[in-house]
């Protein structure tokens, strides 16, 4: 068998319909690194175009990268790929915790799940045994009840799980996976895809295969030093230490512009913000920890009504505190904690909820069709209330468990115009009228919408020209109401979002907030020391270049998607900012489209369709493509 360093070797495929496993070495599609660019890979070839997102022909695959499993801060990251139970494109999702690290300690660097079961099921992977075991007691039990039973069945507490809730089991679209109890793997309703394979949970341990170094000592030795003088030093990793995400996320106070009420403005005064400060949260917390080997340490627990959730987060005070207009920290975390349990994405739960708050005061929708609920915004209990009927998909909940497209259908009356959509996924964001770039970012996704693909942070830093021409090779972004440079911006980010995805980092100690972490130069120093083999950073960028390309052809492979796609909801072009210091902002349709067509010129993909051209494809090597989409009549330009 071929010896591999960093890498575990092995690919784990399970047929849960047939309940048999077999395995494939990783050593053919290295090309593509591991973690996203692997499962994206694998996805390509096994799935077919006709295949529904809840269909047992539906792949979902678990990607480890070479870095996880290290010592290297931030390496816990892993990546869930499949087809998306509301866009039809690319389902991407990526999570911590410790299951990528047991997964290369178990000896997979990626498992690959097919069919469905027959009954309620959940695997139990421990090195090269796979059992199926019977989940019938677990079905209808929230994810932490999940997570504590498969590990007393299993009589070890350190078994690393992902596990579905309610809203998995009942295939809400944007139901997510959980992540050992805390950690969401979201977009793209995993959780309604593994609910849809009778999957509750996968546990796995991994005892027989550590990680191995082809050059320990220059590596440990490299970890030392960049530790040392970059890492320990950077003031993005010290204020997420002391407050996590949540605590950067509130430093600059109403400077920083904020989703409310379902995306109608962008402007939170303190008088609310002071009321969701940190501290006020802190009141709740039980402890601090960390996902596996990283020292930012910027999760905790907490208990709120009766129960313990992980979090809370920036997203979940957007979702659930500023987009409700809800200013009582202990609503915010009830909602955030509702999520954790029942296994739904915030952001997307967040979406339809404030969509139909405000269908309900512009009285498109009455207490008919809520089920009695008056729906306010700055009320946390109905907001909590709906939470619970989506997850259940009970009465009202059910129609918005269904996502918004189908819902504003079906209810009609002008509630389309309310949503903000993007390739038929709801936006729960903020800054998406001043911060030109990060609204390109967010809506050019491939996933559908959301920041952490091409929305770079530094938008937000007032990064001098020098510095990003020196460490991006971009000009001046420091204006972030301009659209100069922005494309550009975008297009870097997202090929380095796909570097740490594929290798397993985290994307918040990194350049994506702070402009001195991890540097892919960086990144290939590590992957060379760990595997042996010559990385630059510049081969890193390419790789994640040739990975964004083959997600936008996917897209347009299952779902059609093109330019048309790639435009901004109305909401953001027609009502510019009312308050604060990015008053009249919006996103204006000209110049949109001007920086539309730079950022398609920066991938080599035609302005008219914004589909990759064959010269690019060519050019990266991804010939093999065009058989497929020639067989399903799709000319590239």
Not at 288 to 298: D, I
Not at 428 to 449: C, D
Not at 570 to 590: A, C, H, I, S
């Amino acid at each position: 068998m071929e010896e591999y360093f960093g890498w575990a070797g092995k690919i784990l495929f399970v047929d849960l319909s047939r309940k048999e496993t077999r395995t494939e070495a990783t050593g053919p599609h290295l090309d593509w690194l591991g973690g996203r660019g692997i499962n994206q890979w694998l996805l390509w070839n096994a799935l077919d175009r006709e295949a529904g997102a809840l269909d047992p022909e539906n792949v979902m695959v678990l990607g480890a990268g070479p870095l996880n499993g290290t010592l290297v801060p931030g390496s816990a990251r892993l990546s869930v790929d499949f087809k998306n139970a509301l866009t039809g494109g690319i389902g991407s999702a990526n999570c911590g915790g410790r299951f990528a690290p047991e997964m290369k300690y178990a000896g997979y660097d990626h498992i690959v799940l097919s069919g469905r079961a027959a009954r309620p099921t959940y695997l139990y992977i421990q090195d090269e045994e796979v059992h199926f075991r019977d989940a019938s007691e677990l079905w209808g039990q929230d994810t932490w009840a999940a997570d504590r039973m498969v590990k007393e069945r299993e009589g070890d507490p350190q078994i690393s799980t992902l596990t579905i809730g309610l809203a998995g089991e009942k295939r809400v679209k944007f139901a997510c996976i959980v992540g050992d109890r805390g950690r969401a793997a979201a977009y793209g309703g995993s959780g309604a895809v593994m609910g849809s394979k009778n999957l509750k949970a996968i546990a796995i341990r991994g005892k027989k295969f550590p990680v191995r170094a082809a050059r320990p000592d220059a590596f440990i030795e490299r970890l030392r030093k960049f530790r040392r003088e970059v890492f320990e030093k950077s003031r993005a990793v010290r204020v997420h230490r002391e407050g996590g995400t949540l605590g950067a996320y509130l430093l600059p106070g109403e400077n920083r512009p904020h989703g409310v009420k379902n995306l109608q403005g962008d402007f939170w005064g303190n008088a609310k913000l002071e009321k969701v400060s940190r501290d006020k949260f802190d009141v709740f917390m039980t402890r601090r920890h960390s996902c596996f080997a990283c020292p930012v340490y910027c999760l905790a627990l907490y208990r709120v009504r009766g129960f313990l959730c992980e979090g809370i987060q920036a997203n979940s005070l957007r979702a659930f505190g500023t987009n409700m207009d809800v200013d009582c920290a202990e609503d915010v975390l009830h909602a955030h904690g509702l999520c954790n349990l029942y296994g739904l994405d915030c952001d997307q739960t967040s979406a339809a909820v404030a969509w139909a708050i405000e269908c309900f005061e512009r009285e498109i929708i009455s207490e008919r069709d809520t089920d009695g609920l008056v729906l306010r915004f700055g009320d946390g209990n109905c907001v909590s209330r709906l939470i619970w009927k989506i997850a259940a998909r009970q009465g009202f909940g059910d129609l918005l468990a269904r996502g918004i497209p189908e819902a504003s259908r079906i209810i009609g009356g002008g509630s389309e115009k309310l949503a903000a959509l993007v390739k038929n996924a709801g936006i729960m964001e903020a800054a998406m009228r001043s911060h030109k770039g990060w609204a390109l970012g967010i809506v050019t996704s491939t996933r559908g919408a959301g920041h952490l693909r091409g929305s770079s942070g530094l938008e937000f830093q007032k990064i001098p020209p020098e510095t990003s021409r020196r460490m991006l090779r971009i000009e001046d972004i420091s204006d972030p109401t301009s659209y100069r440079n922005k494309a550009a911006l975008v297009v870097w980010q997202e090929r380095y979002k796909g570097i740490l995805d594929m290798v397993g980092l985290c994307a918040l100690p990194s350049m994506w907030m702070d402009i001195t972490l991890f540097s892919p130069d960086d990144i290939a120093g590590f992957l060379k020391d760990l595997t042996g083999k010559s990385f630059t950073g510049e081969d890193l960028m390419e790789a994640g270049e040739k990975l964004q390309n083959l997600e936008r052809v996917f897209n347009l492979f299952h779902a059609g998607f093109g330019r048309v796609d790639d435009l901004p909801p109305q909401k953001f072009v027609k009502t510019p900012v009312q308050e604060g210091m990015y008053k009249g902002e919006r996103l204006e349709e000209g110049k949109w489209s001007q920086m539309l067509d730079e950022y398609y010129d920066l991938h080599g993909w035609d302005r008219e369709t914004g589909w990759p051209t064959r010269q690019t494809l060519s050019a990266l090597g991804l010939e093999s493509l065009f058989e497929k989409l020639s067989k399903a009549g799709i000319r590239l330009p």
